[in-house]
């Protein structure tokens, strides 16, 4: 089973949610209405189903606003500067988050599946 | 009636106490495995020594709250997670607040209270994947009243509860529950050699006598049975009475 069809299957475990409607560009928090206590469960099955460490901070890409804030205050480019930070997800990407108004609501299952990827080795 | 476990497996955390050894015992004849920790070998001797064999109706496990590596062997991600933990631990340091060494109280704290909660995120966590877990946490009738010199041991103990209480506050949609036990003057342990050292307590005690370490255990047996879920981020106090009223000799 692909990654992403491994991560409809855990979402749809913890979610009282249609797993035929969620797709890469299914937002977690926004249209799935995941709480806290969700993407906890979340972590852990990823971690648990996928054998690949999981740090609850990267992976819903928690410091992405503080690695704004940096990119900032030290008067560079926050694009180059996240993306660094972000190995796991492609430079498109993370510019659309920028341009996003909420930033936390805007992570999405396709994020999710970059992140297990690149635990198991496959780079951007 | 009888009560009915659904676990099978547990972890019994600072397993080599009378009062977990008590406890695994009442354990073992219901087939429930525990899982008891010690902190070196003398405490391994002691589990061993104590429980009868065959010894593949227990487990034993290496955890040290002065250790933080002993946490990352507790929890192997390809044994299944366990049904309940019990937690026995509690350093010992007495002091008057205004005498105490400074960093002698940040090692207490960081062991019995940070340890803790480190141990409890990494449980919680693994109890989730099967959605079921319960956590009882041994505290002492002393975390609300304490005696001169023991504003520390309060301090962890309530600090402990409220951890326990969190967690079955935040989990337990997710089936994991929580419930804490203060057990007050006990016949076991430290508890023991206070009272050979002032008897006169007792009298104290509505009931009279000090509690005895299975009558304790059978308690916390209850607390594990299904029927207690409901019981959840929540106190029971078990001190003969003791707190019910202002403590005078009979």
Partial sequence: MDVLNKVREIITEIMD??????????????????????????????????????????????KFPLYRLEATQAGVDPLPYLTE?????????????????????ALKIGDLVR?????????? | MTARYSCKRGILVGGTCELALTLAGLLIRRDITPVLTYRNERGLRTIQETLAPPEDRYETRRLDFSDRNSLATLFDPDDPSFDFMVDFVQGDYEALLAAADDAAVASFFAENISFRAALLKRMARSMLRSRRGRLVYISSAAAENPAFGQGFYAASKLASE?????????????????????????????GRSFLEKSGDSLKRIPIGRALMAQEIAEAVLFLLSDGAVGINGTVITMDGGLASGKGAMR
């Fill in chain 2, 162 to 190: 409220a951890l326990y209480r969190t967690i079955g506050l935040e989990m337990g949609e997710k089936g994991l529950t929580t419930v804490i036990l203060r057990p007050g003057y006990c016949d076991a342990g430290r």
């Fill in chain 1, 17 to 62: 949610v249609d797993g035929g409607t969620i797709t890469e560009e299914t937002c977690l928090i926004r249209d799935l209405g995941a709480e806290s206590i969700d993407l906890l469960e979340l972590a852990v099955a990823v971690s648990h189903r996928f054998g690949v460490l999981v740090q609850d901070d990267e992976i819903f890409l928690r």
């Fill in chain 1, 85 to 105: 930070r972000i190995p796991f997800l492609p430079p498109n990407r993370i510019a659309e988050i920028l341009a996003e108004r909420d930033r936390a609501a």
């Fill in chain 1, 115 to 124: 992140y297990v990827r690149y635990q198991q080795g496959e780079h951007v």
